[in-house]
């Protein structure tokens, strides 16, 4: 009996051990003292861990980060290509879309990707007649993603091209949830953390270098290979996946049993909710103050059905319980929430400078497209480099916590300095803005994606990162859609002030694009224009902090 009662114990003190440490994981930082400080454990099985060796991590890896790269460059590359695109289909009005809709296609069906990556295979094993039994998930969505791609090069119109992007935001929402499953899978925590901060860092770099690819394209070549590259490159990813193996944390049922049950087994009635909800929100954005005004039916009718629908879809999610598209404990849990809350400000914040940087450069500064990306570098390269330092003391330290809370005060302050480029600004102020803001965009980066990953259960970690992924892509969305409302309400405004120096129509002068906010005017008039436009970054600056 007393060996018993002593074994009873000792597994109850275990227990208590382990419960302890799911616990700290969503708290930081830890008391210094305890053993378990820098413990950010994994929530992988061992089994799936020990398929792969250290060598075929890093195959595996190497082609899954690169499509990473390709996300984040397919991001910042429109953003010196934008000033040539809106003057060629001369609507200065979409370059919101041209962002937007990108946004648009991957939060609409980034919270059905969590299910599928749950419910299909990442990337099925080959069998030995080299032929897959299974659906590929990830290499669909990055199919989607290169369809997307090649409609934007090919584009003949600001139709055609929305439409593009449309598709290859829905493309990228599989792909931004799928490496993260991926890096889950088969990596241990501290490793997870180590791997996220240099995929962030690679995508962070893709960000450095795609407006300088946007630019040395568009003035050298077109603005159609900004989206060609993304072919050859999407094809080398794609054959090299194909010829390895990826792990599964869990056992997935087959392919043809999950599509027979689809309707309950992906929840397609929740899909159905919430992407008119998500649809609308940012239709009835885009619409206030620009077609239609604020107090209008159509936009109030919009925002509000936007709402209702929400309401809806959580009303569903909580009755499916553990079937549901999004599990309500996990919508409910602080943590990711956080987390969700804090990613979907740190991109709305480096989209809205991506893109209205790269104008306030070529039409206040009037540098040419290649110029304006390398006057976009120092952004860049501070988030480079602080993500990739952050995701490291990370997974070291185990603390997660200060990088995040000390990351958006610094990253806050940053902006507000943005806001006060004008065009007499020297170089020396808005190159040191520009590093301010980016090292504490950097620090928050890879914070939020740690926490959730350790938070979760390995099978939940597709579905929490979708939710991570889903907030971020409609926060990135909606931000652009209001800072391009407030720009160009706060342009047309200014210039109606200035027209005796102008001489020229404000909805002529917008619709003419960047580049033509130059071309329209002669230099005796164009410091009227000066004035105007770094007072919309202003207004736009002050809407995003």
């Keep these: 009996m007393s060996g018993e009662s002593s074994s009873r114990n000792e597994q109850e003190m275990q227990d208590e051990q382990e419960a302890s440490v799911v616990n700290s994981l969503s708290k930081a930082p830890r008391n210094e003292g305890s053993e378990d400080k820098n413990a950010v454990s994994s929530n992988v099985p061992q089994t799936a861990q020990s398929k792969l060796s250290r060598t075929a991590c890093v195959l595996v890896l190497a082609p899954v980060i690169l499509t990473y790269f390709l996300w984040f460059l397919d991001l910042a590359v429109l953003s010196t290509a934008t000033p040539a695109i809106t003057s060629e289909f001369n609507s200065l009005v979409d370059v ?28 099925a094993s080959l069998p030995k007649s080299f032929v897959p039994h299974e659906a590929w998930t990830f290499l669909i969505f990055l199919f989607i993603f290169e369809v997307g791609s090649a409609i934007c090069g090919a ?15 829905i493309g990228c ?17 501290k490793a997870q953390a180590q791997v996220l901060g240099v995929a962030q860092g690679l995508g962070q770099i893709g960000l450095a270098t795609g407006p300088l690819l946007g630019g040395a394209f568009t003035e050298y070549a077109s603005w159609r290979w900004c989206f060609y590259i993304n072919l050859p490159a999407g094809a080398v990813v794609g054959v090299l996946l194909v010829m390895l193996r990826i792990p599964e944390p869990e056992l997935k049922k087959p392919a043809r049993e999950v599509l027979g049950t689809a309707i309950k087994s992906l929840d397609l009635p929740g899909f159905a909710l919430i992407s008119p909800a998500v649809i609308m929100l940012l239709l009835g954005l885009q619409f206030g103050g620009n077609e ?21 879809f959580l009303f569903w999610e ?54 304006s990306g390398v006057h976009l570098l120092p952004t860049c390269v501070a988030i480079v480099l602080f993500t990739i330092i952050s995701g490291v003391m990370i997974g070291k330290l185990g603390y997660y916590l200060p990088w995040t809370v000390s990351g958006s005060a610094i990253s806050a302050i940053g902006y507000g300095l943005l806001s006060l480029l004008s065009s007499t600004t020297p170089a020396a102020k808005w190159i040191g803005y520009q590093v301010f803001y980016g090292v504490g965009s950097g620090c928050t980066t890879v914070a939020g994606y740690i926490a959730v990953q350790n938070l979760v259960p390995a099978a939940q970690i597709p579905t929490a990162m979708a939710i991570v ?67 919309g970054l202003l207004c736009k600056g002050t809407a995003i902090t």
């Design 96 to 123: 919101v879309w041209y962002g937007g809709v990108y946004q648009l296609g991957s939060s609409t069906v980034t919270p059905l990707t969590g299910k599928l990556f749950r419910s299909f295979s990442i990337k």
């Design 155 to 169: 584009a003949q119109s600001s139709t055609m091209f929305i439409v593009g992007r449309t598709i290859a935001g």
């Design 173 to 189: 929402s599989g792909i931004s949830t799928g490496v993260l499953t991926i890096i889950a899978a088969i990596l241990p925590g």
């Design 292 to 312: 239609y005004h604020w107090n209008s039916s159509v936009v109030i009718g919009l925002i509000t059905g936007a709402a209702a629908m929400f309401v809806c």
């Design 318 to 371: 909580r009755c499916q319980g553990d079937e549901a598209m999004i599990p309500f404990a996990l919508l409910t849990n602080k943590v990711i929430w956080s987390a969700a809350d804090n990613m979907a400000f740190v991109l709305a914040s480096i989209l809205v400078a991506d893109f209205y940087l790269a104008i306030y450069f070529q039409a206040v500064k009037n540098d040419s497209p290649l110029m």
């Design 469 to 535: 992924i889903f907030c971020q892509g409609i926060g990135g969305a909606a931000f652009l859609i209001v800072a391009n409302t407030v720009f160009s309400n706060s342009l047309r405004r200014l210039l109606r002030l200035q027209i005796s120096k102008i001489g020229i129509a404000p909805d002529a002068v917008v619709n003419a694009g960047a580049r033509g906010l130059r071309q329209l005017t002669t230099a005796r008039k164009s410091s009227a224009l000066h004035l105007c436009t770094p007072a």
